[in-house]
């Protein structure tokens, strides 16, 4: 199983920027797909995650209402696309997987780097003032 985090870059304070996260190789029927991102200094901070049907979506407190987590099954690839991006949105952003082991998403600890199996290898974003 393989992820593949892509569309990092230098963007503007106020931009938009969307990453991606192809995921391949053989895996699961079903998987959650999350991102997570990680500034220098800090520890890796929850962002997003989305369940695998694409409806159930939860988002961290510090990217609601700016950033859109989204996935295409059929090319088997999760979006984040970023609007109203400040330079505290500077990072590197990790996409990340894990198995559906439950019928409905499981919501205990979906925050925690440590519920996630499969990583990627992250692309960053660095946002200018």
């Known amino acids: 199983v393989q992820l593949q985090a892509s569309g990092g870059g230098l963007v503007q304070g106020g931009g938009s920027l969307r990453v991606s996260c192809a995921v391949s190789?053989?895996?699961?029927?079903?998987?959650?797909v999350a991102w997570f991102r990680q500034a220098p200094g800090k520890e890796r901070e929850f962002v997003s995650v989305c369940g695998w049907s694409g409806s159930t979506i939860y988002y961290g407190d510090s990217v609601k209402g700016r950033f859109t987590i989204s996935r295409d099954k059929a090319k088997n690839t999760v979006y984040l696309q970023m609007n109203s991006l400040t330079p505290e949105d500077t990072a590197v952003y990790y996409c990340a997987a894990r198995p559906r082991r439950t019928v409905l998403f499981d919501t205990n600890e979906m925050d925690k780097p440590w519920r996630y199996d499969y990583w990627g290898q992250g692309t960053l974003v660095t946002v200018s003032s």
């Open positions: 190789g053989r895996f699961p029927l079903s998987y959650d």
